[in-house]
């Protein structure tokens, strides 16, 4: 079965970095859509970042725009999100996802639009 594992999180201060890295075994779709989501406790699950390798599609929540960069290494079947520019309200558990479908990617989807999903990372940003 599809596995997805992220790492990379942990305790920064605000204005630094953290590289995220979600590993897929099993994956086999020639074309995907790979998203970032983060929850913070007492809210919603937000979709951050969201990458389509089949026709190229890019998202981006106005939240993280300019500051977050997400990428792919197919080579290594992982995925990435390296995260510049870090504030406080960046504190969450992060979380990657995976569908062959494009409908994730799209401006309009979420989470319900992703088959597989890691188990969260934690990333903590302090003022």
């Known amino acids: 079965q599809v596995q997805l594992v992220e790492s990379g999180g942990g305790s920064v201060q605000a204005g630094g970095s953290l590289r995220l890295s979600c590993a897929a075994s099993?994956?086999?779709?020639?074309?995907?859509?790979m998203g970032w989501f983060r929850q913070a406790p007492g809210k919603e699950r937000e979709r951050v970042a969201a990458l389509y390798t089949g026709a190229g599609n890019i998202y981006y929540a106005d939240s993280v725009k300019g500051r977050f960069t997400i990428a792919e290494d197919n080579a290594k079947n992982t995925r990435y999100l390296q995260m510049n520019s870090l504030k406080p309200e960046d504190t969450a558990m992060y979380y990657c996802?995976?569908?062959?479908?494009?409908?994730?990617?799209?401006?309009?989807?979420?989470?319900?639009?992703?088959?597989?999903w890691g188990q969260g990372t934690q990333v903590t940003v302090s003022s």
């Open positions: 996802a995976a569908d062959p479908l494009i409908r994730g990617c799209l401006p309009w989807g979420g989470q319900t639009d992703f088959r597989y």
């Open positions: 099993r994956y086999t779709y020639s074309s995907n859509c």
